[in-house]
């Protein structure tokens, strides 16, 4: 199957500073890829669509101007947290699309842990 | 697009049994996703099954979906200790991004 990776696998930070995470696709081009979020014992929440070479499509309720996304490359998406705070300590998980005739298939990263102190 | 939820939330089996797992959903669909999710990793796909069929294997997994019921259903055969992990399925209109419910927590213990 498609590999997708992601870097750092965790990260602390202090309360105000920004942290940068990479989702890439390894052996594979995407045009589009997914951020997810996912806080202890529950469910995966979308953040939002990242598309090659245009904006993200923003989930409501997800702030655009504090969780920045990038995806200036076929292989490459990234998620910035600007002034973390503590609130955004959380699982974060990034997901590539696969065409597979007729249907796409998502290949998930093996998610970034981030804690803010 | 829409979440599936999944049924029971939780599964204790022993090493060896078959466990079974539910997926419901609301609306039309393109195909259904299964994933399994052991603790603090990413998901992994584990089947992908399209609306015109009925089912699919892979290994020791077996899956189905009934789309006049809206329901799909994830069988795990001879279960091993490694199958511990949560999994989630994601009904999926084509080319949406997937939603994922609350899934099934399944513990196998040996």
């Known amino acids: 199957g498609a590999v997708v990776s992601q870097h750092p696998s965790w990260v602390i930070c202090k309360s105000g500073t920004s942290v940068k995470i990479e989702c890439r696709s390894l052996d594979f081009q995407a045009t589009t890829m997914f951020w997810y979020r996912q806080f202890p014992k529950q469910s995966l929440m979308l953040m939002a669509t990242s598309n090659e070479g245009s904006k993200a499509t923003y989930e409501q309720g997800v702030e655009k101007d504090k969780f920045l996304i990038n995806h200036a490359s076929l292989t490459l998406s990234t998620l910035t947290v600007t002034s973390a705070h503590p609130e955004d300590s959380s699982f974060y998980i990034c997901s590539a699309r696969v065409p597979t005739g007729g249907a796409y298939e998502q290949y998930f990263g093996p998610g970034t842990r981030l804690t803010v102190t | 697009s829409q979440q599936g939820e999944e049924d029971p939330q939780a599964l204790s089996i022993q090493e060896g049994e078959n466990a079974t797992m539910n997926c419901s959903y609301k609306?039309?669909?393109?195909?259904l996703q299964w994933y399994r999710q052991n603790s603090g990793r990413g998901l992994v796909h584990l089947i992908l099954?399209?609306?015109?069929?009925r089912e699919k294997h892979s290994g020791r997994l077996r899956v189905t979906l009934d789309t006049s019921k809206k329901s799909s259903s994830l069988l795990i055969t001879a279960s091993r200790a490694a199958d511990t992990a949560s999994y989630f399925c994601?009904?999926?209109?084509?080319?949406?991004?997937?939603?994922f419910g609350k899934g099934t927590t399944l513990s196998v213990s040996s």
């Open positions: 099954i399209r609306s015109n069929e």
């Open positions: 609306t039309s669909i393109n195909n």
């Open positions: 994601a009904p999926n209109q084509a080319g949406t991004a997937l939603i």
